[in-house]
Each structure stands twice: as C-alpha cells, then as structure tokens.
C-alpha cells in the first residue's frame, strides 16, 4: 500500500528570467512500514523535494497525494489539521519548546486533539520506553543531551501515530554515538511501530540505516538503491559509490 505518491513534481523559485527550476519532474512511491532515505550533493533538490513532500513548501506542477488526500490542493486549515493528524516531524534543530518538560514537550500535539488522557499517557509511556528516555519526562531541554533531546523529538513526531514520519538531517547536530543510537532507535520504530519514514541525509553512514535510498542529481531522480538482503556494512558500501559518481555530498539551503 502506498502512503505517498508523487508525481511530476516540480519546483521552481523566482519570477520570469530570473527563474530556477530546482525540481524537474519527480516521480516517487513511498510503502506504509518503509524508511526511505534521499541523498544527493549540494543544490540537488533533496532538501525542497522534502519540503513540498510534506507541505511545508508548494509544489509549482505535479501532484503529491499522501493516504489519497491531495496536499496542494487542501485548504490552509485543513493542511494544517492533516499536518497535525497525519504527520511527524524530525528536524536537525530538535524545536523543543524550552519552556516545557520533556514530557509535555512529547504530548504537545495532542493537546489539541480528543485524544483521552488515558491513551496519550499509555503512548507516552510506549515510546520514551523504546527510546530510552523515560527517566527524563520531567526534565526541561536545557538540562538534558543533543542525544536526549532528538530522541525526545522523535516521540513527539510519534505521538500521534502519524501515517508518515519526514526527517530532515536528523543525525546532523549530534555526535558519532548519539547519531548511531538514534538511527538504531528509527529502525527499531519503523520495525516494531510499523513506521513509515522518509530522512534526508548526506551521511551514507546514516543512510545505510535505511531500507531504500533515492538519489538526486540536479533536481532529477538518477537512482534508487534496495537494502534488501545487504548487511548494513555492504549497503553502506554500494551507497559511498553511488554517491562518488554523483560528486561527493554537502548541505543545501
């Protein structure tokens, strides 16, 4: 069953002569229960293509339907219901309020929901058990790790059972052991909680975690890469040559 379907998706940024087509034509599926990886070297698209995925930005031609709904179509506030219903988020950055407990952080987007009590707190207890952070529910930001607060951010895209997860460079504040719990976290999630997941990344180490990596080139797809039966090591392999044709990796605004 396919969650996200996209298709001819382009963007494109400025007026008349001083346009630039930053996507040109996308085409993509994404299969409830994946964790899809995107790859591509600086100013390859990776990052926009996230963006008018998960409705942030609007795509300028294509269709980008999640569960059946067409995002570019919907009203503002029934965005940012679906946003809110249907989508979790993981950014580099955490955006956790400092104001509020790791807990009341987590249980932030069903305060506005009809969730019981009851069901939000059998939720809370289910996640920050998975993800190890159970200790920390009464603790502020300021006063835990860079590690602590993604994974806190990690429960809180979880909590309402969204049918589709983006994560945007999720390792990429975090040092070499955090990032590598973290990841073990995602697949661990994605496998038992039957998330769906889609992660920019430019760090093969990160995408080797994944089950499927796309890789773009000057805003196209160029190819896509199955895990499938590969030790983590061995797609971690075919993923670092993949990315030496295409020229490296970097950051992209």
């Known amino acids: 069953m396919s969650i996200l379907i996209a298709r001819k998706v382009r963007k494109t940024y400025g007026k008349r002569t001083l346009q ?7 085409d993509l599926e994404v299969e409830k229960g994946e964790f899809v990886g995107i790859m591509g070297a600086s100013g390859s698209g990776k990052t926009t293509l996230l963006n008018v995925l998960c409705s942030i930005d609007r795509v300028t031609d294509g269709t980008v339907h999640i ?7 919907m009203k ?32 932030l987007p069903l305060a506005v929901s009809n969730v019981p ?3 939000a707190e059998a939720r809370f207890n289910e996640l920050v058990t998975i993800l190890g952070i ?21 429960a809180r895209a979880l ?20 990032a ?32 499927r990596v796309l890789f773009l080139q000057d805003g196209q797809m160029y190819t896509e890469l199955y895990k499938g039966d590969k030790t983590r090591k061995q797609f971690f392999q075919q993923i670092l040559q993949t990315q030496s044709v295409l020229g490296g990796d970097g950051d992209e605004a």
């Not at 630039?20 to 996308?26: A, D, P, R, T, Y």
Request: charged residues 25%.
């Open 117 to 119: 009590k009851a069901a």
């Open 20 to 26: 630039q087509e930053v996507l040109k034509g996308i």
């Open 76 to 107: 503002e506030r029934d965005l940012a219901k679906f946003r809110r219903d249907e989508l979790g988020f993981i950014f580099q950055d955490y955006n956790l309020l400092d104001t509020l407990t790791v807990k009341e952080n987590i249980l």
């Open 180 to 211: 590598m719990a973290l990841l073990e976290n995602l697949v661990l999630i994605n496998k038992t909680q039957q998330a769906t997941i889609m992660m920019v990344t430019h760090d093969a180490v990160a995408a080797s975690f994944c089950s």
């Open 159 to 178: 909590i309402s059972k969204p049918s589709l997860v983006f994560a945007d460079e999720p390792t990429g504040a975090l040092d070499s052991k955090s």
């Open 67 to 73: 569960n059946g709904r067409d995002l570019h179509t």
């Open 134 to 154: 159970e200790s920390l529910a009464m603790k502020y930001p300021n006063e835990i790790s860079g590690g602590q607060k993604q994974r806190t951010s990690v």
